[in-house]
């Protein structure tokens, strides 16, 4: 409380107020022995520096320097040490003594350390001042800023070039990510390839940066470089470091953003007899029933609200422990770290153990040792509902069970009621039996490095050894479900699960991994000469079994009964590969850089012959403000970094739709199956003509860019345009068309081109305000695809042509018909000129749609569709980024907004057809609708709607792709929002930690977008809408160190 | 010193490209390679094995095959509102509607005859044994081909591509319709003595074959004939289809002889096992013992290979899974053709002459003295399946005053305010998904094994595709187009006494009462939709007239009488006939769906290839 007041002295101090307002706080015996230190602080060249804060050492005792540059700070003692520090100069310590009075000078040397921050690259580092390609930078900072399960969610809205969609957010859910829309990039954590999933799942707190490598800065990993690379990096130790131990924990309460709500009973019945009258002119529905649910007070006529189910609080958890530091030969990095996740929908669990552990040491000058491991345990447990996806059930619950119908008979929870669907009710759930998966990884990685005695050569060999298991153990068990019948109390069995169902999947990958590499780094002078030479081998077998039975009881988990065995699946794949890696850097005067690299590489995936290639890249650079002209000019003061990039590679692409095998002749095993007198025998199939002419896609890019930083990096940023261009993309010579009566197809080849190009940016901005520092920061990405050109095309005429052809197209574009308006009477359907069901119209009422007739050939078909959006299954086009940080003494606050536009959703079943499956609807389509002024009485007049007028029976016109149905999606998120107290160092010290911070923070708390009138979240890409939408989450946290 | 550095450089480089080259050599887990397989008859009989599981075009006990019932006039679709439900409410057949190119099958039994010819791995008598088998299959594939296109490319080896300059002769044109019902019978006479397995259910023997060349020169004969008694017969000048009226005489014949080759031999019996005539005729489907009737199958096995038309189509009471029931439904139009025991036409009496309604103490009294095969084909009110009786009441009928008023709900098992019973627990319901929406369930093939209902189990139920009762009706069809009318009824009567008909229950044939026979003894069984097109009526029959009572779907509903005033008939039940109200629009067959049209990827492939008339 003291210090408190202490601080607040010192705020007054500078508006001339310190001599009353610390007589009246603090002992008078400080001030009597005081100190006021009066200055300027200046630049080398003399530039004058306001904003810059003067702090005395070990005290909250600051003030800031004047627009002029000028300062006075009173101190408590007659000697301290002052630290000055401004943004875009390196702190400086000045020591001052003195009685009452001191004026010092304080000049401040320019802070280059940005640009000395090491880049971690393909099989190496450098020097942000020295990179040449379009490589991005994420630090552990900014990665354990949000309380994220899963990396791919933490880097969202983050990096420019990065695309990132949340379709699927349950519990242990990453986000699709790519890099500038191109397809799943590499993943490699720690110099190991490796896959989406690895990555996701690693511990954020353990990653200590990640790169991504955007264009041919890529090409050194040759034939899976194509879609970009992204590097990750885990925490190390540092040599001569004091032990360090940090915690990292929070607990937050999850509920979904959005999700489509059902009808009421009250609707729900109401739209039945209506759609009966709509469709068939009669209802077994009459009014004094649907009067009678209207009302819903009347026993038997009662709703319920299925969505009572989702939770609004489900909760999640996290805690770290780590500890990193080291002596004089080794170090090491040590972390355990554990998240839980619930799922809104009870007995939905998701969990993570991570496991990293870091070592190095030295024998002798010369020889490093390392040991890496990465292991982690991940367990996602739910209930054991029919069907592949058990979240499939609890979502579609929430329109599937009918609002008429309640989860328990006679609602008593011993007897779980039978409903229209009991796989659905929410009630059957606890009887229903498990799912439960585990996925175990082990990555051990070990290293050593030599250094030759010739200065600046060493050389390094690393093995691998991967394990990665996944257990997936169902066991959906029997129940039944009840009717109750009231005259004679009882609870009737009267339906439920009589079909169980037993598997266990285990599935394992191994991998080794094999790498040597001679690495070469020398300053000669100016010159400034690098190189790396490697070789790598990698190989993975893959076994999966599967074991499947029908369990004679509930009560036995076991598997092991031979008459109970329903299925066995047993699946084995290899594959392998390896690559020469080489590259050669050259610098003069850190101002002309070149880098020149690549790699031979070699897949098993093609036919002997066709395995090799070569996958070479070149980049430039430019650092236009190291040269005297620039210095000289005086520009240097304003723009005080400029490097222009520019970056050609070549890579490859296995990922060309034809098995591992296609080259082989021969029979494909185990097709078919045909009981021949009495015996099972399995099939075998010819395999048609062999892919032997098929290799890698070729993918050139070309990236320039400039970085900047003006005002000492106050403002800085980067800016990067970039063009893929893929040929060989594969498919089949239709220039020769083979009679289809010889069944012979002819395989694809190497034929087709596409390219995607776009733009991309990325700024920052730091300052201070008084005590304030902030940073605020946006970034963007426009990237898209086009086709350029395909073999051959053929088109019958210019329509074909028009509608079908792909020649230098953009690629994504939805298709469909313009809607116009809505028939507003059954006269104007009777006299519309245009057919628009293709039933002269016989099939529409009031408020049904009406189509464009674009060829005005009185009919509307496939020849009226027009572009009418872009694709609503892939990344958008253009995605945006904004964050920000302020901090004010302990306090700091963060936020991140993430935004896309460009992308498009279709609407289909339970969203666009009413009584969808024979089930409820959202309330939307069932009250928006043109209807009957009195639903029973068809010759009532009709009322308008946003929807047409209710069917059981889809009515094929009404549902035809159109921009009735289609959306072009804009949103932007408040991603994050983060408010965090750092506890003063007096306190923290007392209580022996080092530091304390405190945290509370917020997901996904709003999104502006327009589709919120359909309940969905604009990431989701289910055209029924039935995504498990990301969560919107409250956390609470703290990070300690000691 | 230079040199040996780059020599050493250019060894380790080589060496290491090589151990590459061989690190990347890996082995594929599920191929097997053309030596693997020609080596080993076992291997050999697998790829038969894949053949034989491909020979169901229509799909037999899949949802598409079940569906094809609900394409004409026996079935009706009553599950899911989705997207089957287009079945009730298309405007017309589309052209390509049941279209069969299958030339990648054709390919691969060409392929087999290849490689079985010369591989030396097999004995000579398994080569003529695998020979004939694979020609076989061949012959039937042709069949399945020639009955929904016409005349098609004969395709009798397999082609090598090796460049554009090889597909000149590639392409072949249509035979004739004429010339290919002409090859399936000759192959079949050169292989039917070369074919073992004469006591298979399976695998072709020479009864199978025969069976095939009954079936194949019924149909050329009657297409000879009947087309050309159109008022504009269907054909095209090279004769692709259309076959010369003078053919027909000599068809017949060959079906005849070939039928007549089956009955002879004493092979085969009608199933007479149980002497409860309606559970004899529906175990005749579903009894995989000692069955005398069944000549060649689909077989399937628990566990193994199953189905699930049985957890698809079982009464909606009775199911045993979540999903799935009551996909289809006979219709009326079936139920109708039915005849009484006494010869009488199987009209159903619903109402007396004065339009009274008729009262019926139960529902299933209405269907008293009925053909028995009635039963064993379609569960009705109040019959029984797996011992259970189904509850099957679309209301009920409540006397007020002085007229009834029809009361119903939507509420499966509802009850009235009487405490009797609302709406049955198997519908019907008018608008509802997996309810039976004619007031029928199906129960040929249906399966009364527990289990059989679930998903996790199914059904292995055998799909026949051959059966004596079809060979004794193809004889008396060619018989009776022979004017050999005695021998024809001979046949007749054979069938209508294991029916349950007394012997000799017909003494007058007519083409009309052969087709009946037909249409009631082997519905749900993939015939109707063939034998209509053959006839050349399937456009009067599917006139897509609203309230035909051949094109639209009928349904019978019964109700449940509420009049305590009247002792004689509170309680009783009456019925309805009504078009099934999810049907909306009559079954509209077009002069272009007699013959299928030619995928447009191969009329574009091939320039010789002509269209199908209308098209």
């Not at chain 1, 969990?351 to 030295?362: A, F, G, H, K, Y």
């Not at chain 2, 057949?93 to 990648?104: A, E, L």
């Not at chain 2, 046949?491 to 017909?506: D, K, T, V, W």
């Not at chain 2, 309805?576 to 299928?596: D, H, I, Q, S, W």
């Amino acid at each position: 409380m003291r210090m408190f007041k202490y601080y607040k002295a010192f705020i007054r101090c500078k508006k001339g107020y310190l001599l009353a307002v610390v007589c009246f706080f603090c002992l008078p015996s400080v001030w009597a022995q005081g100190l006021l230190v009066k200055g300027k602080v200046t630049s080398e060249v003399g530039e004058l520096l306001p904003g810059a804060s003067v702090r005395e050492m070990g005290t909250g005792n600051t003030v800031y320097s004047d627009k002029n540059g000028f300062f006075s700070l009173a101190i408590p003692d007659e000697n301290a040490t002052l630290v000055v520090t401004s943004i875009g100069f390196l702190p400086q310590e000045v020591t001052v003594t003195g009685k009452n009075e001191v004026t010092i000078n304080v000049i401040l040397k320019p802070d280059m350390r940005e640009l000395e921050e090491v880049v971690v690259v393909g099989y190496g580092e450098q020097t942000r001042a020295s990179v040449t390609g379009s490589v991005a930078t994420v630090n552990s900072d900014d990665l354990t800023n949000i309380p994220a399960p899963t990396v791919s969610q933490a880097l969202i809205g983050k990096v420019a070039g990065i695309t990132t969609r949340v379709t699927d957010g349950r519990p242990g859910a990453a986000a699709n990510m790519q890099i500038r829309n191109l397809g799943n990039p590499l993943y490699v954590i720690d110099g190991v390839q490796s896959g989406a999933e690895q990555f996701n799942q690693l511990g954020v707190d353990d990653i200590e940066n990640i790169s991504i490598l955007k264009d041919a800065s890529a090409a050194i990993y040759g034939l899976r470089a194509a879609n970009g690379v992204v590097l990750v990096t885990t925490k190390k130790g540092a040599l001569n470091q004091e032990n360090k131990v940090n915690v990292n924990t929070y607990y937050g309460w999850q509920s979904l953003t959005r999700f489509p709500k059902g009808a009421s009973a009250a609707d729900f019945v109401r739209a039945n007899a209506e759609a009966d009258i709509n469709e068939h002119g009669a209802t077994v529905w009459t009014p004094e029933e649907v009067a009678k649910w209207q009302k819903g007070t009347e026993e038997g006529y009662q709703g319920f609200d299925w969505s009572t189910y989702q939770r609004k609080n489900a909760p999640q958890s996290y805690i770290n422990f780590s500890t990193n530091g080291g002596g004089q030969k080794t170090n090491y990095y040590l972390s355990l770290s554990r998240l839980s996740q619930d799922a809104v929908y009870e007995g939905y669990n998701f969990s993570r153990m991570n496991l990293q552990s870091n070592i190095e040491t030295r024998i002798g000058n010369r020889l490093k040792l390392g040991l890496r491991m990465n292991g982690k345990v991940e367990n996602e447990d739910t209930p054991g509902l029919p069907g592949a996806d058990d979240y499939w059930q609890a979502l579609f619950g929430q329109l599937r069970n009918l609002p008429t119908e309640r989860p328990y008979a006679n609602d008593n929870p011993l007897y779980p009621a039978t409903n229209n669907n009991f796989a659905t009710n929410y009630a059957t759930f606890e009887y229903s039996g498990y799912s439960d998966k585990q996925r175990r990884t082990l990555q051990t990685t070990f290293d050593l490095e030599y250094k030759f005695p010739i200065t600046g050569l060493a050389i390094t060999a690393m093995y691998t050894y991967f394990y990665n298991n996944f257990l997936h153990d169902i066991f959906e068990k029997t129940y039944s479900t009840y009717t109750y019948d009231k005259i004679n109390n009882m609870y009737d069995v009267s339906g439920g699960q009589q079909n169980p169902f037993r598997t266990r999947k285990n599935a394992y990958v191994t991998d080794n991994i094999y790498r040597s590499q001679l690495n070469y780094k020398r300053e000669f002078g100016r010159h400034n000469v690098s190189g790396v030479l490697g070789m790598e081998a990698q190989e993975r077998t893959f076994k999966d079994f599967l074991v499947r039975s029908r369990p004679a009881t509930n009560y036995i988990d076991l598997i092991d009964q031979f008459n109970e065995l329903q299925d066995v699946i047993d699946i084995i794949e290899e594959n392998a590969r390896a690559g020469i890696i080489f590259r050669g850097n050259y610098a003069y005067d850190g101002r002309y850089l070149l880098e020149v690299g690549g790699r031979y590489d070699g897949s098993w995936r093609f036919p002997p012959g066709h395995r090799w290639g070569l996958f070479p890249s070149l980049s430039l650079g430019w650092r236009i403000s190291g040269e005297s002209f620039w210095k000289n000019s005086g520009l240097s003061d304003l723009i005080t970094h400029f490097k222009l990039r520019a970056s050609y590679g070549e890579m490859g692409d296995e990922g060309v739709g034809v098995g591992p095998f296609a080259y082989v002749p021969g029979y494909n095993w185990g097709v078919g199956t045909a009981i021949l007198d009495g015996a099972l025998v399995t099939g075998t199939v010819s395999r048609g003509m062999p892919v032997t002419t098929l290799s890698w896609i070729n993918s050139a890019i070309t990236n320039i860019g400039f970085d900047f930083s003006l005002w000492r990096g106050k403002l800085s940023g980067s800016v990067d345009a970039f063009k893929r261009r893929r040929t060989g993309l594969p498919s089949s010579r239709y220039d020769v068309l083979i009679p289809t009566e010889v069944a012979l197809t002819l395989p694809p080849e190497n034929l087709n081109a596409d390219e995607s190009k776009g733009v991309e940016s990325e700024l920052r901005f730091r300052s201070t305000i008084g005590r304030v520092n902030y940073t605020i920061g946006g970034n963007a990405t426009l990237a898209r695809t086009r086709n350029l050109y395909s073999y051959k095309p053929r088109f019958g005429n210019s329509w074909q042509y028009y509608r079908n052809s792909a020649e230098d197209r953009w690629q994504g574009i939805a298709w469909g018909y313009e809607y116009i308006g809505q028939f507003q009477s059954e006269e104007e359907i009777k006299s519309y000129p245009v057919d628009i069901d293709g039933q002269h119209n016989t099939t529409l009422l009031p408020g049904d749609l009406i189509y464009r007739d674009f060829n005005n050939d009185g009919v509307i078909n496939d020849l009226d569709m027009r572009p009418m959006g872009y694709s609503d299954t892939s990344q958008p086009c253009l995605s945006y980024g904004f964050h920000g940080r302020v901090s004010y003494k302990g306090i700091d606050f963060a936020f991140s907004l993430a935004g896309a536009s460009l992308q498009s959703r279709g609407r289909a079943a339970e969203i666009k057809l009413p009584f969808h499956n024979d089930a409820n609807s959202p309330s939307y389509l069932f009250n928006d609708r043109w209807h009957r002024a009195d639903i029973f009485d068809v010759n009532s007049s009709w009322v308008s709607g946003k929807y047409p007028a209710l069917r059981k029976t889809p009515v094929p016109s009404n549902n035809l792709p159109s921009t009735f149905w289609y959306t072009n999606i804009s949103y932007l998120r408040l991603r994050n929002a983060q408010l965090g107290y750092t506890l003063p160092k007096e306190i923290t010290e007392k209580l022996r930690f080092s530091r304390i911070r405190l945290y509370i923070n917020a997901t996904n708390l709003f999104s502006i977008d327009n589709v919120r009138s359909l309940q969905v979240d604009p990431e989701t890409q289910r055209g029924n809408g039935l995504d498990y939408p990301t969560h919107r989450i409250i956390n609470v946290g703290a990070n300690v160190n000691f | 010193m230079r040199k040996l550095i780059n020599y050493i450089v250019q060894v380790v480089v080589l060496l290491s490209l090589l151990a590459c080259e061989k690190w990347l050599e890996r082995e594929p887990s599920e191929i097997l390679l053309d030596k693997e397989v020609w080596n080993d008859a076992k291997l050999a009989e697998s790829v038969l094995a894949n053949l034989y599981n491909r020979l169901d075009p229509q799909g037999g006990f899949t949802v598409a095959g079940f569906l094809a019932h609900t394409d004409v006039d026996e079935g009706m679709w009553s599950g899911g509102l989705g997207d089957n439900n287009n079945k009730n409410t298309r405007v017309n057949f589309p052209y390509n509607y049941r279209n069969y190119w299958s030339y990648d099958l054709v390919r691969d039994v060409n392929l087999f005859l290849e490689k079985v010819d010369a591989s030396n791995k097999f004995t000579a008598d398994e080569k003529v044994q695998l020979l004939a088998e694979g020609r076989f299959i061949r012959a039937y594939v042709y069949f399945l081909h020639v009955r929904a296109m016409g005349g098609i490319p004969l395709i009798l080896k397999t082609y090598i591509y090796n460049g554009p300059g090889d597909v000149e002769n590639m392409k072949v044109p249509r035979s004739t319709e004429a010339e290919v019902y002409e090859f399936i019978a000759k192959e079949i006479d050169e292989i039917k003595d070369k074919l073992e397995n004469a006591n298979s259910k399976t695998r072709a023997n020479k009864w199978i074959a025969l069976a095939l060349k009954s079936r194949a020169m019924l149909y050329a004969g009657s297409l000879a004939r009947y087309n050309n008694l159109m008022a504009s017969p269907i054909s095209t000048p090279g004769g692709e289809v259309g076959i010369p009226v003078d053919k027909a005489r000599v068809y017949y014949e060959e079906s005849l002889s070939a039928s007549r080759e089956i009955i002879e031999s004493g092979k085969y019996r009608l199933y007479n096992e149980n002497p409860d005539r309606s559970r004899n005729f529906y175990e005749l489907f579903t009894n995989k013992g000692a069955n005398p009737e069944v000549i060649w199958v689909h077989d399937f096995a628990v566990p193994g290979k199953n189905h699930t038309y049985t957890f698809e189509n079982i009464p909606r009471s009775m199911r045993e899974s979540a999903g799935g029931s009551s996909g289809l439904t006979p219709a009326l139009n079936l139920v109708e053709a039915f005849d009484y025991l006494d010869g009488n036409p199987g009209m159903l009496k619903v109402n007396d002459p004065d339009g009274e309604y008729i009262y019926y103490t139960n529902p299933e009294d209405i269907f008293a003295n009925k053909d028995p095969r009635l039963w064993g084909t379609v569960i009705y009110p109040g019959a029984t399946f797996s011992g259970k009786r189904v509850s099957m009441q679309a209301g009920v009928m409540e006397w007020v005053v002085d007229r009834y008023e029809r009361r119903q709900n939507n509420q499966l098992g509802s009850r009235f305010k009487d405490g009797g019973l609302l709406v049955g627990m198997d519908g019907p319901l008018p608008n509802a998904a997996n309810v039976t929406n004619t007031g029928f369930n199906i129960r040929k093939y249906l399966d009364s094994k527990a289990g059989a209902a679930q998903q996790g189990i199914g059904s292995d139920v055998w799909w026949i595709r051959f059966r004596y009762a079809e060979i004794i009706l193809n004889a008396a069809e060619a018989a009776f187009e022979l004017e050999q009318a005695e021998e024809a009824l001979n046949y007749i009567n054979q069938l209508r006494e294991r029916a349950g008909f007394g012997p000799n229950s017909l003494t007058v044939l007519t083409t009309e009462k052969i087709r009946q026979e037909r249409r009631v003894e082997l519905a749900f069984e993939e015939h109707r939709w063939w034998d209509l097109k053959r006839w050349r009526i399937a456009h009067e029959i599917f006139n897509g007239q609203d309230n035909s009572i051949t094109a639209e779907k009928w349904a019978l509903w019964p109700y449940r009488v509420v009049r305590p005033g009247d002792p004689d008939k509170h309680n009783k039940y009456v019925f309805e006939k009504r078009v099934a109200p999810r049907f909306t629009r009559p079954l509209f067959f077009r002069m272009g769906n007699y013959y299928a049209n030619i995928p447009q990827a191969a009329l574009n492939a091939n320039p010789l290839l002509v269209k199908n008339p209308f098209h």
